[in-house]
C-alpha cells in the first residue's frame, strides 16, 4: 500500500443521519416484546460515514446531502465540520425532519429500519450546483440512501467530468446499466446481488464486471474476479463484534487507496483493514481509523 504525497480530493453525495440503537437480549419476533438493556444515539447515515472515513484517512472531502432544520441536523452539520468535511452543499429543508435510523441490536446481530425523511429531499439541481468541485475532484463517492435520480445524475455528471465514480449499492435497488457503466467500482452485500443485477448466479455476475464488483459479507471478506481469477480476502478476528459501518468504512477505504493509485488487490486489503477496524467501538462513525492508524498497524 503505497501513500502519495497528493491529498486526495472527493466529493461524498449520500445520506446523513442520527442512529438510534437499542440493545437487548434478542431480536424481537413478529408480536413479541422485549425489554432494552440500554439506548444510545450516534452519527450514522451511509454518505456522512463515508464522508467522515475518507476524511480520517488524509481525504479533502466535500458532502452533498440534506439534513431537516432540527436539533439532530445541527449536530450532524457540527460533527461533519468537527470531522474535516466541507458542508457548503448540504441543504437545511423545512420539507422534512432529519433521517434517523432505528437499530435494534442483539448478539452480534442488527435488524435496523431507516426513515430517510430530509435524505430523500435531495435533488440533482443541489449536485448540479456543486459541479465546480467536479472539475478538481479525484473521486466521487455515492450510495443508496438517496433518492435514485440523484444517482442517475450524479452519474452522468461524473462521466462527463472524466472522474472516478464509487457506488456502495447498499440499501440494494436495481442499478440502471449506465450507473454500471459509469462506476469505477461497485461494493455490495453478497445477500443483495440478484436485487441491483437480477437472479444470475453470484459468480457469472461477478465475471460480468471484473476488478469492478466487490460483493462483501459480515466476517469482513470479499470477493471479485480480476479478469482471470475469481479473488477472496478476509479479514477478521474474534473482537468483531460491532458490525455497523463496515460496509461504509470498506467503501472509503478501497476509495482512498484507489487514489493513491495503488492495485486492486491493495485497495481491497487496504478496505478490509479500515473495515475491520470500525468494528472494535459501536456506532458506524466510532470506530472510524485515521490514516496513521492503519498505516503504523
Given at each position: 500500500m503505497k501513500i502519495t504525497t497528493e491529498q486526495p480530493k472527493v466529493i461524498v453525495i449520500g445520506s446523513s443521519s442520527i442512529d438510534l440503537v437499542l440493545n437487548t437480549e434478542h431480536l424481537p419476533l413478529p408480536n413479541e416484546t422485549v425489554m432494552a438493556e440500554k439506548s444510545e444515539s450516534f452519527f450514522g447515515g451511509k454518505g456522512a460515514n463515508q464522508a467522515v472515513a475518507t476524511s480520517r484517512l488524509g481525504a479533502s472531502v466535500y458532502f452533498i446531502g440534506a439534513v431537516g432544520m432540527d436539533p439532530f441536523g445541527q449536530q450532524i452539520l457540527r460533527n461533519l465540520v468537527d470531522e474535516g468535511v466541507n458542508i457548503d452543499y448540504v441543504i437545511e429543508t423545512e420539507e422534512a425532519?432529519?433521517?434517523?435510523?432505528?437499530?435494534?441490536?442483539?448478539?452480534?446481530?442488527?435488524s435496523i429500519v431507516v426513515v430517510p425523511a430530509s435524505n430523500y429531499c435531495l435533488q440533482p439541481k443541489h449536485v448540479e450546483e456543486a459541479e465546480k468541485f467536479f472539475?478538481?475532484?479525484d473521486l466521487v463517492l455515492i450510495q443508496l440512501e438517496i433518492p435514485m435520480d440523484v444517482v442517475e445524475y450524479t452519474s452522468k455528471l461524473v462521466k462527463k467530468n472524466n472522474k472516478k465514480l464509487g457506488i456502495y449499492a447498499s440499501p440494494a435497488k436495481k442499478l440502471s446499466a449506465e450507473v454500471i457503466e459509469n462506476a469505477s467500482f461497485i461494493v455490495a452485500?453478497?445477500?443483495?446481488l440478484s436485487i441491483i443485477f437480477g437472479d444470475e448466479p453470484r459468480e457469472q455476475v461477478l465475471r460480468k464486471y471484473p476488478d469492478k464488483l466487490f460483493v462483501r459479507d459480515d466476517t469482513n471478506s470479499t470477493t471479485y474476479?480480476?479478469?482471470?481469477?475469481?479473488k477472496y480476502y478476509r479479514n477478521d478476528h474474534d473482537s468483531v463484534l460491532h458490525k455497523m459501518g463496515m460496509g461504509d468504512a470498506f467503501t472509503a477505504g478501497f476509495a482512498v487507496a484507489l487514489c493513491h493509485e495503488n492495485s486492486v488487490d491493495d485497495c481491497v486489503k487496504f478496505g478490509n483493514d479500515v473495515s475491520l477496524k470500525v468494528t472494535k467501538n459501536r456506532g458506524s462513525q466510532s470506530g472510524l481509523p485515521f490514516l496513521k492508524d492503519i498505516i503504523e498497524g
Open positions: 425532519p432529519t433521517g434517523t435510523a432505528y437499530v435494534i441490536a442483539a448478539k452480534g446481530k442488527n472539475t478538481t475532484a452485500k453478497s445477500n443483495e474476479f480480476d479478469g482471470t481469477e475469481m
